[in-house]
């Protein structure tokens, strides 16, 4: 059974390339625009991980971390996020709100299919 | 695909921009307004992250510049002013011109971007110039040679709260390279105080690989702060470390800080085995002697590998051009010797210290000249796995062959020689040794029957066995075949070495039925004989119901050998020094005192000898006190006599040429450094020779 | 994901000897669940028997956990064994961590390690 993903982003072109790269990559994919999106979604259905981005409205990547690692079915569950150089702090930040790695921007398919591989296997 | 991306990404810029535009434009109402400030910083941060990834860099960097201002108006750093809304809508507005020209393909202007960018740095506070932006540079690491490295990763406990999966990581670094990787469980506590949530383990790694240490560091880079990572290079493979052996156990496990020294040492101090004793102690647990193990075992496989592809990535070269530097290389030593020789008469200390360097170069040029004809015995050996196969079939008969030392390196010459007789010595196997099932079962052996072909060097030479577990030779039915054939007389006491020879005479069969396999009765000799043309010997040993084993001797190569030097009148010759056991006076008293018979005393054993003086016709009366060289073929001393004997030769051989090809008790000739010529002597032949004209 | 179950019976055969099957995916989410069925085995008798051979899938707490009851078993001087019935998942898993290995660990004085061999 495909494992399934869930990539929350405020960015639709950033969800499309993640979404298209993930499917091609023989894995399920739910999206969410934004931390709130998100959260709602993974309180329903079942997903094996979790790509957020940080900056998203209503509620922001650290918001949702925190939120998804309360949920029993989030709790060991890879989490990484996307950040850009500029955002080391956030880094850090978002690695005590729990997450298990971090892609930073911009980025390419290949290197989106290695960090998935590197935290699910 | 990616124009598909691209596409999305402008609609969704297109969209941002618009909205960014509402923003400001109420932003310039209220400029305090929190939640419009992080619209517009997240509209900028998203048309940047999107834009990089989609290939519009240049609206990425572009865009970089706005959105630092406003992260500062985010964080309070900065007011917003009407110029600031000023410059951003400019900014939103060159954005939207690099966007409609990312289509058109026309030139943006670079102008207005660098103006607004240098309006909005004044208003932060920083001056500057927009400095092109550089081009990233591309580290392309040279391709590294491969390194084994000693990694301990220990997780923190709570690792798994972290969604990381520790496995995950050792199969991301089992994909770098040759991996062995030992859990270490020692630190675990009982069942009931164990956090089923908690991690425990941590692991003692070994890995070979060419990515060197920083691809290491980036399987960790997620958990960098959550674990214990150490790292160290522990062997680099390249040939010339790779002769010595690995290090011992004791060693690895003080290096890893497992042990100390002054313990090791005590441990050391008594005779057992290393890793039990120091466990017995209690002064190692026993995982971390696991790991060290582990590692010595890890770089045996590598090198092995190593040595594997090493030996893929040759050069192919046609064997002429080999036989021919080989031929060359003789000549110098030839040369060499000569050197040398008029070295030592001219007693000239700067020429004799010349002739000595040029006969260590030639040495080692000989050397390494004879060792690229070296080849593995194995693609021969492999060639056997189907013969056995096809001829068990055949026979009816259950038998595996197994083989060792594939690896022992012949000259290529030697290798094809010994084709046919290993092939002949193999059937024989199958056919007469190795028995039927049902008659292996009621021997109480297994049904399957086992044939093993190994290679190893001894000396100079190559030891190449063939040991079955069948039937074994029956000493009876050889004697009673002997006596039928005429071989031996009725009631000759023979010893069993003795008899199992006589299966190498001509016209020796023992098998009740004649196969198609073996059993014509002819063979052996002409394996006995292949063999010492080879200038190698054969030997079998037999225990009736266990099995055969058959010994092949062969020497290392065919182009060089050391040799006895001699003379005979003002004849030179050669006898290959392995067949050599001794020398001893012959006066012509002894002679006298044997009568005729051509036999000495020595050490109260008689000796056979054959005067060669005779044997080949040389003119001239021997010297008063002449020499026997006494040679031993297959456990045979048999003496040759000659008049002096001048000493140890090293001897490349020459062939004698189509001609003299079948001349008898000769095997090649060589060249002296004087530029004489001295022959070979055959001595098996020779020793077969005076035993059938005694016959 | 495939769930797993911890079933728990006497050996009809061998009074004492608890068997306690496990099939399924063995992961993290049911770590404390698999913690309490080998405990719960380890009480009920003085040979456990684990049989994992309809297991699907065991993570780094599963296979903590089994060494962690072998060692609390010796410890109590109760015998723990680990029938995988050939379950190539299993032993891939166990090999894959460097769990599996030639001699057994320090607390392994009956040679009765459960990563040793693996034959039985």
């Known amino acids: 059974m495909a494992k399934v993903i869930m990539t929350a982003d405020d960015s639709a072109s950033v969800r499309q390339m993640v979404t298209f790269t993930l499917k091609q990559g023989g894995y399920e994919v739910v999206e969410a625009v934004d931390g709130k999106d998100a959260l709602q979604k993974l309180a329903g259905t079942k997903v094996d991980m979790l790509i957020t981005d940080l900056n998203m409205p209503n509620l922001d990547g650290i918001g949702l971390i925190k939120g998804a690692r309360a949920l029993p079915s989030c709790k060991f569950i890879p989490i990484v996020m996307l950040t850009t150089e500029s955002q080391e702090s956030k880094k850090q930040e978002g690695k005590a709100a729990g997450a298990t790695g971090w892609i930073v921007k911009p980025f390419k398919p290949e290197q989106l299919m290695a960090v998935v591989k590197k935290v699910l296997g | ?695 | 994901m495939e769930e797993s179950t911890f079933e728990c019976r006497q050996d009809p055969a061998h009074p004492g000897t608890r068997v306690l099957k496990v099939a399924g995916e063995v992961s993290i989410g049911v770590a404390g669940e698999f913690k309490g069925a080998l405990v719960g085995a380890l009480a009920g008798g003085s040979e456990v028997q684990v049989d994992v051979s309809a297991l699907t899938a065991i993570d780094l707490t599963g296979l903590q956990l089994l060494c962690a009851a072998h060692h609390s078993a010796g410890t109590a001087g109760k015998e723990f064994h680990i029938t995988d019935g050939g379950n190539p998942t299993f032993r891939d898993m166990a090999t894959s961590a460097g769990f599996r290995r030639h001699t057994g660990c320090a607390y392994d004085r009956a040679c009765s390690c459960i990563w040793v061999g693996g034959d039985n």
Request: proline share 3%.
């Open chain 2, 1 to 695: 695909m990616i124009d598909q991306h691209r596409q999305a990404f402008k609609e969704e810029a297109y969209e941002l921009l618009a909205e960014l535009e509402s923003s400001l434009l109420e932003l310039e109402e209220r400029p305090d307004d929190q939640d419009l400030i992080g619209r517009v910083f997240r509209a900028m941060h998203t048309i940047k992250g999107s834009g990089s990834m989609f290939g519009f860099d240049d609206i990425a960097s572009f865009t970089h510049e706005v959105e630092t201002i406003f992260d500062m108006v985010r964080n309070g750093k900065l007011q917003v002013t009407g110029r600031l809304v000023n410059l951003t809508l400019a900014a939103r507005d060159q954005i939207r011109a690099m966007l409609d020209a990312a289509d058109s393909g026309e030139a943006t202007d670079l102008q207005a971007s660098a103006e607004i960018i240098v309006g909005l740095r004044e208003l932060a506070g920083f001056q500057g110039q927009v400095a092109a932006a550089a081009p990233k540079e591309e580290v392309h690491e040279a391709k590294k040679d491969q390194v084994t490295y000693r990694i301990r990763f220990a997780p923190a406990r709570e690792i798994f709260v972290s969604g990381t999966n520790p496995l995950t990581l050792i199969a991301e670094l089992r994909e770098l390279g040759a991996c062995t990787v030992v859990a270490q469980t020692a630190g675990f506590p009982c069942l009931e105080e164990m956090n089923p949530e908690s991690c425990y383990v941590y692991w003692d790694v070994i890995l070979t690989t060419d990515q060197g240490e920083n691809a290491i560091r980036d399987v960790f880079i997620f958990v960098e702060d959550d674990c214990e990572l150490k790292i160290e290079p522990i062997a680099e493979h390249n040939r010339y470390e790779e002769q010595q052996d690995y290090k011992r156990l004791g060693e690895i496990l003080v290096e890893r800080g497992d042990i100390s020294s002054e313990d090791m040492k005590a441990v050391l101090s008594q005779q057992r085995r290393f890793g039990e004793l120091a466990i017995s102690q209690g002064i190692l647990h026993e995982g971390k002697v696991q790991a060290a193990l582990a590692e010595q075992q890890h770089i045996k496989e590598v090198r092995q590998e190593k040595q594997v592809a090493e030996a893929s990535s040759s050069i192919r070269v046609p064997a002429e051009r080999l036989d021919l530097l080989v031929n060359l290389v003789g000549e110098m030593v030839t040369v060499q010797a000569r050197l040398s020789q008029t070295a030592a008469q001219r007693a000239d200390g700067e020429l004799m210290a010349i002739a000595e360097e040029v006969e260590r170069l030639t040495a080692e040029l000989r050397d390494s000249a004879l060792n690229i004809r070296m080849l593995p015995i194995g693609s021969t050996f492999s060639k056997f796995k189907r013969l056995v196969r096809d001829l068990s079939v055949e026979l009816g008969k259950q038998i595996e062959m197994t083989t060792e030392g594939a690896e022992t390196e012949l000259d290529k010459t030697v290798i094809e020689k010994l084709n046919d007789p290993l092939v002949h010595l193999i059937r024989n196997s199958i056919d007469h040794g190795i028995e039927l099932p049902e008659a292996r079962v009621a021997a109480g052996k297994p049904e399957r029957g086992t044939v093993h072909l190994s290679a190893v060097h001894s000396g100079d030479s190559v030891l190449i066995t063939i040991a079955d577990d069948g039937a074994g030779l029956d000493k009876e039915a050889i004697r009673t075949k002997g006596i039928e054939r005429g071989i031996i007389p009725a009631g000759a006491e023979l010893s069993e070495k003795e008899l199992f020879n006589l299966i190498f005479a001509p016209g020796f069969s023992t098998a009740k039925t004649i196969s198609s396999v073996s059993g014509r009765g002819v063979g052996m000799d002409v394996v006995k004989r292949a063999i010492e043309a080879l200038r190698g010997s054969i030997d079998i040993t037999s225990v009736r119901g266990e099995g055969t084993r058959i010994t092949v001797k062969i020497p290392l190569t065919l182009a060089i050998i050391e040799s006895l030097l001699v003379k005979i009148g003002n004849d030179s010759f050669m006898m290959p020094l392995a067949l050599v056991d001794e020398c001893v006076e012959l006066t012509r008293e002894d002679v006298a005192a044997a009568h005729g018979r051509n036999l000495a005393h020595v050490r109260d054993q008689l000796v056979p000898y054959i005067p060669l003086r005779e044997h080949f016709a040389i003119p001239g009366a021997p010297p008063e006190i002449e020499q026997i060289v006494i040679t031993q073929v297959n456990g045979v001393r048999v003496g040759f006599v000659v008049d002096h004997v001048i000493g140890e030769h090293q001897t490349v051989i020459k062939s004698l040429g189509r001609a003299y090809k079948d001349t008898e008790g000769i095997s090649g000739a060589t060249i002296l450094g004087d530029g004489t010529v001295a022959l070979i002597l055959d001595i098996p032949q020779l020793v077969q020779a005076a035993e059938a004209a005694q016959e």
